[in-house]
């Protein structure tokens, strides 16, 4: 029966969920909130309902209701019907160079993250910082899940590149009692923006040949306890730097990470790393993972390998921190310690070793479960830690591991228009 | 005359106090196959470490086509053109067969670091080429059709064949097969000596092969050396190996009751 149900479905390309999606974000917009109140909700529910659940269980039902009426029934009755009209534009779009139809689904991708999201700021905070959450698990994840190295440094190249972009955003165009008056006329630093989030991940980088360099040696355990050390290196070197007020933390970034910039970032972040582990260059990592003597042997160069893994990874880590900095408008050494160390390794884990959609899957997943889970207070980490634990029992590399993203086939459609319906 | 392919000179290896490997020589010229027999612990792999630069050698000199080899990381001098295989086959557990060949050719690769990060147009090309080649290598070991399986679901003469495949895609000058048939059936045996004859024959491969099955050095190898205790006993050709009172002492055992 549920197999019927689905089947249609199983036809529908990638662009029709877009269409589906987008037409439920639009109705919510739209109608949300006449219906809420309909329905005696105080206000939309900002997180599809998991926080009104959990605070007033009697209001469960109406939660339900309105994410049916909403979100549910016109995305499936959308996709469902648009499914015959989306493979035909799916299919004319695919004969269109892989970028010009990538963009297409991108563009209608953040079109249903914008409508959604444009309904409260609460929304676009969570928003933001998912996705930051996405470009740091991915750039973990090729260190620890591509290359199989512990690495715990994590944090630390977040760190150096928040501060990195940081410094260059407030002393070059804000007027700071820290860094004095503004050099550059703002009105410029939206352009160089990127030039500061970059440069922050290059310093990152920097970092990550500290653990680079001790990785050709060791590895496993130790590696680990040497990147932690790298990562209480970073944090107290920052708490004690008084040119960027230590403990007290560096305020007043300028708010220039919105939607859309965190959005490109992200995407840029996805592609650059799908298409390193997809090349041969990048599965040598793999090859180091599964025996270093073996991919030696068969002319990879190790040491450049586990170099190039870890700059790349730190760089990403670093563009993340960058953003993040500018995204809370505050950071201080607190924000890069233990508990954001497990909350990414966290992720990485929960999604899946060695995997794209696993990274995207785990990040956004334990992202928004925190955000959801918020109103239960200290229980909330109880309820994560012991999904978890289920994860690794059922599945110990996480959810969707060792899996490829194949972007092209992702977007092909999926029956012949002539024959869908 | 022309350059051996291969060059070993009164090469030594000391582990701590124990000399494993002492005063060997060895010269393979273009397409001989050259057999390396002699009991556990005898020092064969020792040798193999040595010359692919797993290890570097206390005493000695390698000469790879006239090139002095030994001392540099075992990257290079695979790149260089010495390939093998390991006798407890060395695979990736989580790779599939056609990705273990592709990734032998990693030193050919010239689209460099920015082609992986951005897949440029020159990347794409290359890739495929590679692919060309690793298919075509699979073809010839008879294993195209296992290309897209994890190595680790494939059954033990199969993954045999990916290491063969793989040590071949290096292009190199010379294989080094390390016990190639150890822990074979009778059936898989034959195959994989059909597999080292086609290789020799078609590719004009040198091959140097440990061995421990008489049958086979018997069979394929010109010329064979025993070693025992780090020390070649005996060098000459299967039969008179096989015939050398030292050799029968030291590998087959005593036959003969006193």
């Not at chain 1, 599964?290 to 870890?310: G, Q, S």
């Not at chain 1, 201080?332 to 995997?355: T, W």
């Not at chain 2, 299967?238 to 050799?247: A, D, L, S």
């Amino acid at each position: 029966m549920a197999g019927n149900l689905w089947k249609p479905y199983s036809r529908v390309p990638l662009l029709g969920w877009f269409f589906g999606a987008l037409v439920a974000v639009t109705l919510e917009r739209l109608a949300g909130a006449p219906l809420a109140q309909f329905l005696g909700l105080q206000k939309i529910p900002v997180l599809f309902g998991f926080s009104d659940m959990l605070k007033t269980p009697v209001s469960i039902p109406n939660v339900l209701l309105y994410l049916l009426a909403v979100y549910v029934v016109p995305a499936a009755a959308v996709t469902r019907l648009g499914a015959s009209p989306a493979n035909g534009i799916a299919a004319a779009l695919y004969r269109f160079p892989m970028a010009v139809t990538a963009a297409v689904h991108l563009a209608l991708l953040y079109a249903v993250l914008h409508v959604w999201a444009g309904a409260s700021d609460y929304r676009v905070l969570v928003l933001r910082l998912t996705l930051i959450a996405v470009m740091l698990t991915l750039s973990l994840n090729v260190i620890n899940g591509y290359m199989g190295e512990f690495s715990c440094s994590h944090p630390g190249f977040m760190a150096l590149g928040a501060y990195c972009a940081s410094v260059l955003t407030i002393g070059l165009f804000v007027d700071a009692e820290l860094f004095g008056a503004a050099s550059l006329s703002p009105a410029l630093g939206r352009f160089l923006f990127p030039v500061a989030l970059v440069l922050g991940g290059l310093l990152a980088s920097f970092g990550g040949l500290f653990v680079a360099i001790p990785s050709f040696r060791t590895r496993g355990d130790y590696l680990a306890i040497i990147s932690l050390a790298f990562l209480f290196i970073v944090k107290s070197l920052i708490e004690n730097l008084e040119f960027v007020r230590g403990p007290r933390g560096l305020s007043g970034q300028p708010d220039w990470a919105d939607l859309p910039t965190v959005f490109l970032w992200t995407v840029l972040c996805v592609w650059s790393v799908n298409n390193f582990v997809r090349s041969t260059i990048g599965k040598a990592l793999n090859a180091v993972r599964d025996n270093e003597m073996a991919a030696d042997a068969m002319t990879v160069d190790t040491r450049k390998t586990k170099i190039a893994a870890f700059l790349f990874g730190a760089f990403w880590a670093g563009v993340a921190g960058g953003l993040f900095a500018h995204v809370m408008r505050y950071v201080n050494p607190g924000n890069f310690g233990i508990q954001n160390l497990a909350e990414v390794l966290a992720m990485v884990y929960f999604g899946g070793l060695n995997s794209v959609y696993g990274s995207i899957v785990g990040a956004v997943s334990i992202s928004l479960l925190g955000e959801a889970l918020r109103p239960l207070e200290i229980f909330k980490w109880i309820i994560i830690p012991l999904l978890l634990i289920l994860v690794m029992i059922f599945r110990p590399t996480g959810l969707i591991a060792f899996r490829d993203l194949d972007v092209a086939s992702l977007l092909k459609p999926k029956a012949n228009p002539g024959e869908g319906g | 005359m022309t350059l051996p392919v291969l060059q070993v000179r009164n090469l030594s290896h000391d582990f701590g106090g124990l000399r494993a490997v002492r005063g060997y020589n060895l010269e393979i010229g273009s397409g001989q196959i050259r057999g390396l027999i002699g009991p556990n612990g005898a020092g064969k792999t020792t040798i193999f470490n040595l010359i692919t630069g797993i290890y570097k050698p206390s005493e000695g000199e390698i000469f790879l086509g006239g090139k002095k080899i030994d001392g540099l990381p075992p990257h290079r001098i695979a790149s260089l053109g010495v390939s093998r295989t390991f006798q407890n086959l060395l695979l990736w557990r989580h790779m599939t067969v056609l990705e273990h060949v592709k990734m032998a050719r990693y030193s050919k690769i010239r689209y460099g670091w920015l082609g992986a990060f951005f897949g440029t147009s020159a990347r794409h090309r290359e890739e495929a080429g590679i692919e060309e080649t690793a298919l075509h290598l699979l073809d010839r070991m008879g294993i195209r059709h296992l290309a897209d399986q994890v190595v680790l679901n494939l059954p033990y003469g199969a993954q045999r064949r990916v290491e063969i495949a793989r040590a071949l895609a290096t292009e190199p000058g010379i294989l080094l097969l390390d016990e190639p048939t150890a822990g074979m059936n009778p059936e898989e045996l034959a195959q994989i000596m059909e597999i080292i004859r086609r290789v020799h024959g078609e590719f004009g491969m040198s091959i140097l092969l440990i061995e421990h099955r008489m049958k086979v050095v018997m069979e394929l190898c010109e010329t064979v050396q025993t070693l025992d205790f780090g020390a070649v006993i005996a060098e000459g050709t299967p039969g008179e190996i096989q015939n050398n009172p030292r050799v029968i002492d030291a590998y087959l055992g005593r036959e003969r009751a006193e």
